[in-house]
């Protein structure tokens, strides 16, 4: 069975050889699996940007500005990191001017239901991209960049998942009970 604490450490011990082993370029799928994660988090900015100015919840608006400064974090060094490398960054939706929540109509007007799910799922489709960058990186500072991002929405949705579940709007699949099972 792999032992963690040993995987770590010989992730830190190559990280920190002292040999003058030339640095690999970017394969290909390392730079896709960046560039598309860096559009994904922008994009997801803009959704977090149109809850902002939808909600009057002072707990979903501090939940939001939360996950801003997370976003634009993973941004900002994953923007740099690509400019680094020499990777043209994506072209983005431009940010969301912002409104009086109290004057966007309630038809338009998403929930804080609807806004708290849909930032759960981007939660989901960012964690699985972080998951599936990580596979694919052979360059070991790629690799810790990935767990990096996974580790903040892990950390996020913990808190997230506590605000859901208070407000009752955690969305539950159907349990299963197999055949013979007894129900009280």
């Given at each position: 069975m792999p032992n963690p604490?040993?995987?770590?450490?010989?992730?830190?011990?190559?990280s920190f050889d002292t040999t003058n082993e030339p640095k690999s370029p970017l394969h290909v799928i390392e730079a896709?699996?960046?560039?598309?994660?860096?559009?994904?988090?922008?994009?997801?900015i803009r959704y977090e940007e149109i809850g902002l100015n939808t909600t009057t919840d002072d707990e979903?608006?501090?939940?939001?500005?939360d996950?801003?400064?997370?976003?634009?974090?993973?941004?900002?060094?994953?923007?740099?990191?690509?400019?680094?490398?020499?990777?043209?960054?994506?072209?983005?939706?431009?940010?969301?001017?912002n409104s009086d929540p109290n004057g966007v109509p309630l038809g338009v007007k998403l929930t804080d239901e609807e806004?708290?799910?849909?930032?759960?799922?981007?939660?989901?489709?960012?964690?699985?991209?972080?998951a599936k960058g990580q596979s694919d990186a052979i360059?070991?500072?790629v690799g810790i960049l990935w767990i990096e991002?996974?580790?903040?929405?892990?950390?996020?949705g913990a808190t997230l998942k506590t605000l859901m579940r208070k407000r009752g709007w955690l969305k539950?699949?159907?349990?299963?009970?197999?055949?013979?099972?007894?129900q009280n």
């Open positions: 604490f040993e995987a770590i450490f010989n992730t830190l011990k190559i896709g699996d960046c560039w598309k994660y860096l559009t994904l988090v922008e994009e997801f979903v608006i501090e939940m939001l500005n996950i801003v400064k997370i976003c634009e974090s993973q941004v900002k060094r994953l923007s740099t990191f690509l400019k680094q490398e020499g990777i043209p960054l994506p072209d983005v939706t431009s940010s969301k001017p806004i708290t799910n849909g930032i759960a799922f981007k939660l989901v489709i960012c964690s699985q991209t972080c360059r070991n500072e991002f996974f580790l903040e929405w892990a950390v996020f539950v699949p159907p349990y299963y009970y197999p055949p013979g099972f007894q």
